[in-house]
């Protein structure tokens, strides 16, 4: 989710230990002061300051978080272990800002999920994260002495969403925002839905920690139902039935974002209101966005937020970077981030990440040292290289197909196709996400040997010969299939696989996305299959940079199920969020690849 439950609970631990002890160091360089500041509409929001003592007269700028996961330790006395984005920041000195956001721990108001932005505000009344952040920015500056007039703005996961939403109509003292993994189109591909399929594991597990009522500001938040106890997801999503009976058991109508989420399963005004891609214009701030090829929340929304600055200020300067590493949601925070799962980087790749994040704030914000990065830096998995480019996905980059054939055969250059696979997917028997017992979601699926799903009979795989050079991806993936079912609706999951040479040839897997196929040609108004009728549908799967070495194989596989991260789909033409466990069906699923229907996998390939 927006930040998955276990970084939650790890952040709900964290605050509380902070609460429990000050940290000298930042104590004995800082001063801390709380405020609640008021919004033109009258709401007070809760902010913590931590201002450098200094006597020297230095005039230091604002570096700030706004967050829904609260700026604890509360109390004047009380000090976090941290102040910045990391470790570098507390010994340079800013005035370090965070605030609770309207509706969420000790600020008023009422909490909306992903605030809609109102482009055209017409009276005090019409508010949002831009004129939040506006506001605060302005009582800043006026009250917080020894400022220097200019602010940054930065976040992971939902706070990378305020950092985002800071940008429409920026206060003109904002001069850095960097957006991390942020929330951004919630219903296409972050957290919530992937391609109109619902991730049920994930936020079910997020809105129980989340979305507990509330009548007035609170320093902690209980759960939405105490009773929610999970040894093995697997076994708990699938015994639950039907999606319905999670708040029918456990949530009792009480969790409002859950419901919502349910109630607006195709992109309607509720979703499109939240995309804040569509505002990202005359955005005047530097921009750096940050993401992980692992992240098993908002890797969408760190690829989407930096194309949308992109392609809609052309022409007014736009200062905008975006640095893609092989990290998991927020690992580029972690002291030393060298593996991950069956990958190995060959060098602190989080430290990487940090100096540039330090710099770039210095840069903008004390005029201090240089920041010369490129439009978009990223780390190439398999070959283990950092690469700059001048745009991302890179211009130099150069179109591929990749073909599905007869016998499990990927062709990687054209070839006859012929014939056409099939499998029973069946809802009673879903595909698992990963082959591990857990409590919860683990991001390692994002990285995961495959060999447990194509030994299944409901998975179908293609591999290509052994490469006699290495292969390079740079950029979205597009799976052109052809497809059929026996049923009126069906999920496609397809997966990029690195086959590895060792004696287990591992399937480490590069790339995987999901598409509900009722939104095959749109994600506003779905259409059913015919059944058993050959029908194109197309998945673009997130940006990739990996190289497939010489002597390894690549491997595409499809199914049709990837549970409990995904929700079952009854592979009938319904309201899936209302189905009862009679609605759920078997269903023949086939993939064709002949020369009438030549499904292909679309890539670029980097010389």
């Known amino acids: 989710m927006k930040r998955s439950a276990g970084l939650l609970l790890l952040l709900v631990i964290t605050c509380s230990l902070y609460a429990q002890r000050s940290n000298t160091d930042i104590k004995n360089n800082y001063t801390k002061i709380e405020r609640t500041i008021t919004m033109r509409d009258g709401v007070k929001l809760f902010t913590a300051i931590y201002i450098p ?52 721990h000790m600020s008023e108001g009422q909490f909306q999920e992903m605030t809609p932005a109102i482009d055209h505000k017409k009276s005090k009344k019409d508010v949002d994260e831009s004129s939040d952040t506006y506001d605060t920015i302005d009582w800043l500056l006026q009250n917080i002495a020894n400022n220097n007039g200019k602010v940054g703005i930065y976040g992971i996961s939902y706070p990378g969403f305020y950092a985002s939403a800071s940008l429409p109509d920026a206060h003109p003292a904002i001069k850095a925002v960097s957006p991390q993994a942020p929330v951004t189109d919630e219903f296409e591909g972050d957290d919530a839905y992937h391609r109109g399929a619902f991730y049920e594991m994930d936020n079910f597990s997020f809105d129980n920690f989340f979305d507990a009522p509330r009548t007035g500001p609170r320093q902690q938040d209980p ?27 456990y949530f009792h ?39 992980g090829w692992f992240d098993a929340e908002d890797m969408f929304g760190s690829l989407k937020t930096y194309e949308a600055i992109e392609k809609q200020n052309p022409n007014n300067g736009t200062n905008n970077r975006l640095i893609m590493g092989p990290w998991t949601h927020g690992g580029w925070e972690s002291g030393n981030w060298v593996k991950f799962a069956g990958y190995s980087f060959g060098s602190n790749t989080s430290a990487y990440l940090q100096q540039m994040e330090f710099d770039f704030f210095n840069y903008y914000l004390k005029g201090k040292g240089s920041f010369d990065a490129g439009k978009a830096t990223v780390f190439i998995t398999g070959s283990n290289q950092w690469k700059t480019f001048t745009q991302w996905p890179p211009q130099e980059a150069v179109a591929a197909t990749w073909w599905l054939n007869d016998g499990h055969k990927l062709l990687l250059q054209p070839g006859a196709q012929t014939g056409a696979d099939e499998y029973v997917s069946d809802p009673a028997d879903p595909i698992p996400y990963l082959n591990k017992k857990s409590d919860d979601r683990l991001n390692e699926y994002m990285a995961a040997d495959q060999t447990f799903a194509s030994d299944r009979k409901d998975v179908v795989y293609y591999e290509s010969d052994e490469l006699n050079s290495d292969i390079t991806i740079t950029g979205p993936i597009s799976a052109d299939l052809f497809v059929s079912t026996s049923g009126s609706d069906a999920d496609f999951i397809v997966k990029v696989i690195d086959v590895l040479p060792d004696e287990k040839h591992t399937q480490q897997l590069v790339r995987a996305e999901v598409l509900r196929g009722k939104f095959r040609n749109s994600f506003e108004k779905p259409e059913p299959f015919v059944p058993n009728q050959p029908t194109p549908l197309k998945l673009v799967l997130n940006s990739t940079a990996h190289t497939f070495l010489k002597g390894h194989k690549i491997m595409i596989q499809i199914q049709s199920s990837w549970f409990p991260l995904v929700d079952r789909n009854p592979q009938k033409f319904m309201d899936i969020p209302s189905a009862n466990e009679s609605d759920f069906q078997k269903a023949t699923i086939k993939i064709y690849h002949d020369t009438k229907h030549p499904s292909k996998i679309e890539v670029k390939e980097l010389n």
Request: glycine share 6%; proline share 8%.
């Open 53 to 104: 003592k200094d006597s020297s007269g230095e005039k230091y700028p604002i570096l700030m978080e706004r967050t829904p996961y609260s700026c604890a330790p509360y109390g004047e006395n009380s000090y976090p272990g941290r102040l910045g984005p990391n470790k570098l920041f507390p010994a340079e000195k800013y005035i370090f800002v965070y605030q609770d956001v309207r509706g969420r």
């Open 223 to 249: 759960p939405v139902s105490s009773a929610v106890s999970i040894k093995d997801v697997y076994d708990f999503y699938l015994n639950i039935g039907p999606i319905k009976n999670l708040d029918s058991i």
């Open 253 to 291: 109508h009480t969790g409002k974002i859950w419901n919502e989420y349910l109630q607006h399963d195709t992109y309607d005004y509720y979703w499109q209101a939240r995309n804040i891609r569509p505002h990202l214009k005359n955005v005047k701030p530097a921009t750096l966005e940050v993401g």
